[in-house]
Structure formats: structure tokens, C-alpha cells
């Protein structure tokens, strides 16, 4: 289990941190009581596929923030990580101005004097830190970014890709990206003994790939890929979904995104792939 305790300055970031490394996969909590962390680790540690924690625990937390210290204390057998996102005292009053929230430690003091005392508070945390992101200067994108450089497995590319073959007939996937229509291939649903199988078969993926068309389009996909993907992540997209298209969804757009795959993976992408609607096309001919 990796589990990774996400506090900081209010204001700082700490719930758009903790929105972004759930997309990267983590069981996130928010403003969890100190005392209760050592009982959440072990209901988290008896069940299976939970293997990426992330939990917030701050000065929202109020006097159990108080306990933080002797809770961690608890967690001796288990390893843990530190994030502190920390903000200078000019961006954090400007934060809260703009949200027109109130600092929670602001009931019986300014702004500025509650700044100053959470940071009086949370020094011994930002001091054990093992990870420290001043988002002072940060765009979203760039927090999104910092964190997934320092939390991703090292050397493994976490932007995930899913590629979905579809038929136009049942109506084009919603949560579709990029769409591509290979309807322009010859059908193979016109070959009496292709007509019940499907692109998972290979007299189908023979016949959809020995067209010249087919195979230039193979390659100009990759070409575009190769340009988009990268730019897709600059932008801070996490996750990029292909549709693939043909008329029922059970021959060529299958054969395409089997190929499409192939070539991700080839370039080191972690693609999968998924069939729509095979099985209703399926079920009409056998």
C-alpha cells in the first residue's frame, strides 16, 4: 500500500490535488479526523485493490487537527508520505477574496492573522514534508503536471487511452474523444462467409487490411496520434477515448481498433481496447 497524506496551507490546492490523484488512480478521503487514520488504514489494508491511499487532513479539521502528531505516531509499521502544498501569504489572501470564503481559522481574527497562525501550525508538517508544491505561480494544469511527475510510477506512462469499436446504428459512444469513420472500407458483411464473424477473426482482419486504403489509413492515424497525444497532455487531459465506427460495429471498426492498439502500444502508450457492439451484431446472424 502507498499511502500518501495530503495537507497544507488552505487555499493552497489541496482538494484540486486530491481531484487530480484520483484520476491518477489513488482512494482519495478528504478532512479525515487525525485519530481516525489508523482504523481507516486497517479497513483499507483487509480489502484487495486497495493499493494507492490519499488522505487530506488540515485545519478544517478543527481541535482533532490536534491530534495529527500522536496519529501518526501510530502509523510506525506503515510507510507514508508527506505532501504539503504551501502558497506565499499575498496569493492565499487573494484566494480567499476572489472565492469570498472564509479561512478556517478566521472567526475571531483577520485574514492575514489566521494565515499567519495556520502557518504557525502547520510548520512541523511542512518541515517532515517528503513532497513540498508551492502553487503560488501554478496554473491547474501545471499542479496536475508537478503531481504526476512526482507520484507516477517511475518510467511507466500513466495517460491512459481506451479505443472503442462501435456501430453507427446504435449511435455514436458519448464519451467519445476522437471519432473515426472506417466506413469507407469495404464491407465485409457482403462475403457470405465472412457475413457471421467478426474483426476478431482473422479471414475478417485479412480481408478489412488487404485494401491499400485501409492500410493508408492505418498510417496517417499514426501520424496524427503521435502529433495529438503529447498535446493532449500538455493540456492536462488524463485520459484519451478513440471511437472507432463502422455500420454494426462487428467487422471493420473492430479490425481497426485492434490495430490502432497494436501501434499505441508499440509506442510505449498504455492503450486498451474495447467492442461495443459486437454482440448485438452477432446475435442478428447465428
Known amino acids: 500500500m502507498r499511502l500518501i497524506l495530503v495537507t497544507g496551507m488552505s487555499g493552497a490546492g489541496k482538494s484540486q490535488a486530491l481531484r487530480y490523484m484520483e484520476d491518477m ?12 487514520l489508523p482504523q481507516f488504514i486497517s479497513m483499507c489494508q483487509a480489502r484487495e485493490n486497495m493499493e494507492r491511499i490519499a488522505v487530506g487532513m488540515d485545519i478544517r479539521g478543527g481541535r482533532f487537527f490536534d491530534d495529527i502528531h500522536r496519529a501518526l505516531l501510530e502509523l510506525k509499521d506503515i510507510n507514508y508520505e508527506i505532501l504539503f502544498l504551501d502558497a506565499r501569504n499575498d496569493v492565499l489572501i487573494k484566494r480567499f477574496k476572489e472565492t469570498r470564503r472564509m479561512h478556517p481559522l478566521g472567526q475571531h481574527s483577520t485574514l492575514t492573522e489566521a494565515i499567519a497562525e495556520e502557518k504557525r501550525m502547520m510548520e512541523p ?54 471519432v473515426f469513420d472506417v466506413r ?14 467478426t474483426g476478431k477473426d482473422e479471414d475478417v482482419r485479412e480481408f478489412v487490411l488487404s485494401y491499400e486504403e485501409t492500410r493508408t489509413f492505418l498510417a496517417k492515424c499514426k501520424d496524427m496520434l503521435r502529433f495529438l497525444i503529447p498535446l493532449y497532455i500538455r493540456e492536462g487531459k488524463s485520459e484519451l477515448v478513440i471511437a472507432v465506427g463502422c455500420t454494426g460495429g462487428m467487422h471493420r471498426s473492430v479490425v481497426i481498433a485492434d490495430e490502432l492498439q497494436e501501434v499505441l502500444e508499440s509506442d510505449e502508450w498504455r492503450a486498451s481496447v474495447s467492442h461495443r457492439d459486437t454482440d448485438k451484431e452477432y446475435r442478428r446472424y447465428v
Open 25 to 36: 488512480g489513488f482512494f482519495c478521503v478528504d478532512n479525515l479526523p487525525p485519530m481516525l
Open 125 to 178: 508538517l511542512l518541515m517532515s514534508a517528503t513532497y513540498v508544491i508551492d502553487t503560488s505561480m501554478m496554473l491547474p494544469r501545471q499542479l496536475k503536471e508537478r503531481l504526476q511527475e512526482l507520484l507516477e510510477d517511475t518510467g511507466v506512462n500513466k495517460f491512459r487511452i481506451s479505443i472503442m469499436s462501435f456501430g453507427f446504428k446504435y449511435g455514436i459512444p458519448a464519451e467519445a474523444d476522437l
Open 184 to 197: 469507407f472500407i469495404p464491407n465485409p458483411f457482403y462475403i457470405d462467409r465472412l457475413k457471421t464473424h
